[in-house]
């Protein structure tokens, strides 16, 4: 096999390639990696690749300064004062329909939860109607539920059931029962996070951290002026700083007040 090599000083004389220069300069040209991205991308599967890996994960937990226990009272005040009863937005008869809504709630709104069991639950309010119902008529007004039987009281019980994590169980103990839990959905997690009221990367971080922070008396209600605020205030694209009741406190630098 005869090669002429290009270099940039004088010409050279043709030289003959025995197999073994041939091995040579292919292994050159693979060096090489502007000429040879293959031999780069299988480096750097195997670990070869050089400098370190920069992590492109970031936490959601804020850097400030923590709320001291008084500006924690003092924003829970603010929400007891303007609405000191509230109420979860699914529409329930009973434990039994609130369980029901709750889970339906993971796979759709709260309103479209209530337009598609508002009727359903007229009929069969409890497990044994629903039952007596019929499982094709229970799916043409909702997706397939599969709980049957009498509402549990702990939260292993309700997490056991399909299709119940820890937040159904929070909501189901705190609304049904009066416990004093913490539900942690996106908009609690998003205000925790963006106030610095309770930063954390999991919701069961922030639902820790609600609970270590927030005073007993404000419990039983505490995940509903979360969610409530998260949902209406503090918005995920264009948080409504100008209202919010507690813009003086929010740790967030990107507050517009």
Not at 107 to 130: E, H, I, S, Y
Not at 205 to 221: C, D, G, K
Request: charged share 25%.
């Amino acid at each position: 096999m005869i090669m002429s090599k290009i270099t940039r000083g004088p010409p050279q004389q043709p030289k003959t390639f025995s197999k073994k220069n041939a091995l040579t300069a292919k292994c050159s040209v693979a060096a090489n990696p502007r000429q040879n991205k293959a031999a780069k991308f299988l480096s750097a599967k195997s670990g070869q690749a050089s400098g370190p890996k920069k992590s492109t994960k970031t936490s959601t937990k804020t850097s400030t300064k923590p709320w001291t226990p008084a500006e924690v009272r003092e924003a829970f005040t603010r929400f007891r004062n303007a609405n000191p009863e509230p109420k979860g937005e699914l529409e329930h008869l009973n434990p039994y329909t609130l369980l029901v809504a709750v889970v339906l709630s993971a796979q759709a709104t709260d309103a479209g939860v209530n337009k598609a069991t508002r009727a359903l639950f007229k009929v069969a309010d409890t497990p044994q109607k629903m039952l007596a119902l019929g499982e094709d008529k229970v799916r043409d007004a909702i997706r397939t539920i599969g709980l049957y039987g009498e509402v549990p009281r702990t939260r292993a019980e309700i997490e056991s059931l399909p299709g119940a994590g820890r937040k159904t169980a929070n909501v189901v103990l705190n609304m049904a029962f009066g416990e004093r839990t913490m539900a942690v959905d996106t908009h609690v997690f998003r205000v925790g996070n963006r106030t610095g009221l309770a930063p954390g990367n999991t919701p069961l971080e922030v639902e820790l951290e609600l609970e270590r922070v927030i005073p007993a008396e404000f419990m039983l209600h505490a995940h509903h002026w979360l969610i409530l605020h998260g949902r209406y205030t503090c918005l995920a694209r264009k948080p409504r700083c100008e209202v919010c009741l507690i813009n003086d406190l929010c740790r967030w630098p990107e507050k517009t007040v």
